[in-house]
Every structure is written in C-alpha cells, then in structure tokens.
C-alpha cells in the first residue's frame, strides 16, 4: 500500500538535529537532516547526485554539506555549490531533493509530498512541550512492523489490561466508550475505568490504593498517524480540570512498508520540577513501549507475513476495533484522494 505523502510527519526531536548529520529513511526515501550555523533545520535526500553515496558518510562545511567520497557540495537548498574537480563547473543536474521542515513544540517535522501544498497550518499542536505548566520526558524507538499496527495498537488501550502489568485492573479491562468524531479526519478512541481503584501506575503516582476514582485513557487520532493520548484519573464523578493529566503523543512515521520510526512523549502537570520522578518516567515508558509493545507488535508482523495491508487477511473485529478500523478508512480515503492513480484496495 502507498503512503500518504502530502501529510507532516515527525522526523525527529528538535534536539536532536544539531551539526552531527542524522541519516533515517522515511516513507522509503533516504533522508539527511543537520542544522545550519544559524540554526535552520534542513533534510536533503541522502544520496548524492554523482554515485549515490549517502551524504550523511560527508561532512558539513559552514552550511553546506561535503559528499564524503568525492566532494561535491551541496548547500541547505539541495543545489550543488561546489565541484572540486576539473575546471570546477558544476553540472546542472547536480542538485538533491530538499525537504520542507516545520518546528513546533519541540518536534521537527516533514513534509514528503508536494511542496507546493504543504500548510503548516496543518501541522497538529502539542502545546505542553515546552509549556511550563507541564514536564516532560521524550523517546524513541525504532519497530519492525507497519505503522498502522501500531496505531491499531494505541487505538485500542484494552489491552493494556492484559500486556501491561503496571496497567492491569482487579476489575477487568478498560471499558470502551463509543463517541462521535469531531471532524471527517479524527479519531477518538476513549477508554475509561470508572469508580475503580487505581493501577499499580496511578498508585506509583500518589493515587491512594483504597481510594476508587474515575481513570480516563483517551486517544485523539489524525492521519497518517499522529497521536495524543489524554490520561488522567479524578476523584469519582468530578470534572477532569481537578484531576492530574499526562498528555501522551505518540507519533509514528513509516520507516519502510514493515518498519517504522515511533516517537513518544509524555507530559504531567504536576510534579514538574521533580528530577527524579522524571527518571522514573521515563524509565517506566521505555520500558512498557520497548519490551511489552513492541515485542508483541513485531511478532505480530511476522506472524501476518509481509504484508501491510491487516485488513486484506480478514481479521475478527471487535468492538473495540472500531476507532482503529475508522482510522485505517480515513487513511485509504486520503490515499485515494492524493493518489487516484495507485491502486489502494
Ligand atoms: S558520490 Fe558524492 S561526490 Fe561522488
Ligand atoms: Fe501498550
């Protein structure tokens, strides 16, 4: 299946793009991303236009990029601005792709399609990065399986009861709790526990053991798959304003058709000068998405084949599948929509 490509995805932390190239293939296209001494994000195609070596093997020079095999240099607008050799013309032809980049709120992101129509007014808000009314603690982590399993996966949190043990309720799995979308393009996928006690997570929070309340997991979905999870958990019946709240983005980006990058993100509202309660969070994500999700995710790639196409292999489908299933029908839509040529079944 084709990926959308007039979409913004995540291509990575603002923090991490610096003066050190950073290689990571995206959507199939080898991609090199640096910043210029004023500090511009850029992404060039990693290829070099003479014999294709990737440029992130160079080196930068001020602001344009030296290929590491045999020199030729690119400025920040993919145009070849210097040749070396011979009476030092450059070709014409001599030019890479350069990708249209957008920073906001800490993410730096990319748009793969045409560059005529990338709006960055589309680009969805994670305000509590870099809000300071919340901390935050960020990873990533690189998943061999499509990304639409993994949005399936954080489209259905029932199975936190069953994967997660920090997540498992005495009183059984969240309940799911249908809703109308906002919008032809979102997603919401709501899960509550009401008048439940809290799991071993919101006890590790401050949650007292034998005090019930209303624990919500709430994931907001926009193609191609970028995320926010609302989590939170009040006193039973009040409003979620009184409660404490950890925004959660999860953003996927499509490595290749079977791998794909995963970045998260998780915010609170309280606590945020707490060092050691961020440690302690981040140690708690990476370890329930590295070694409980991704695991059964890329075993569930294999077990499925190659393909990227779940729904082609006629899956039983729950209830609970019905925010994931929407999701994949937006996703065809707009495929269809960008690209009435390809054959999307
Ligand atoms: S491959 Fe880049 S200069 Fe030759
Ligand atoms: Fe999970």
């Known amino acids: 299946m084709p990926f959308i490509r007039n979409a913004w995805y995540a291509a990575g932390w603002s923090r991490e793009i610096g003066r050190k190239l950073v290689a990571r293939t995206l959507l199939n296209e080898p991609v090199v991303m640096f910043r210029t001494e004023s500090g511009q994000a850029v992404a060039l195609a990693d290829r070099c236009a003479h014999r294709f070596a990737p440029l992130s093997r160079g080196q930068l020079k ?24 011979g009476d030092h013309s450059v070709p014409r032809a001599a030019r890479v792709k350069s990708y249209k980049l957008a920073e906001r ?15 960055e007014g589309r680009i969805r808000q994670f305000p509590q990065f870099g809000s300071p009314a919340f901390a935050s603690v960020e990873g990533y982590l ?16 029932t199975h936190g009861q069953y994967l997660h043990p920090m997540f498992t309720n005495p009183a059984g799995p969240a309940t799911f709790e249908p809703s109308s979308d906002p919008d032809p393009d979102t997603v919401w996928a709501r899960f509550m526990r009401r008048s439940q006690y809290p799991n071993k997570y919101f006890q590790f929070l401050g949650f007292p053991a034998d005090k019930l309340g209303d624990h919500r997991n709430c994931m907001r979905w926009n193609a191609p798959a970028v995320m926010l999870l609302d989590v939170g958990m009040t006193d039973v019946g009040r409003p979620e304003s009184e409660g404490i709240s950890i925004p959660t983005a999860h953003l996927l980006t499509p490595e290749t058709e079977t791998t794909t990058h995963y970045f998260w993100a998780m915010s609170r509202d309280f606590k945020q000068s707490d060092e050691a309660l961020s440690k302690q969070l981040l140690e708690i994500g990476v370890n329930i998405f590295n070694n409980e999700d991704k695991p059964m995710i890329e075993a569930q790639q294999v077990a499925i084949g190659n393909t990227d196409d779940l729904l082609s292999l006629k899956p039983v489908l729950l209830a609970t599948d019905s925010p994931s299933v929407r999701a994949r029908r937006i996703v065809l839509r707009l495929l269809r929509e960008e690209q009435p040529s390809m054959q999307v079944a």
């Open 62 to 85: 001020g602001d344009t990029l030296e290929c590491g095999y045999h020199g030729l240099c690119y400025d920040a607008t993919g145009a070849c601005v210097l040749n070396p050799h």
């Open 142 to 157: 690189p998943v061999k399986a499509n990304y639409q399993l993994i949005s399936d996966n954080l489209l259905d949190l």
């Open 105 to 119: 709120d800490g993410i730096v992101w990319i748009w793969m399609g045409d560059p005529a129509s990338a709006d």
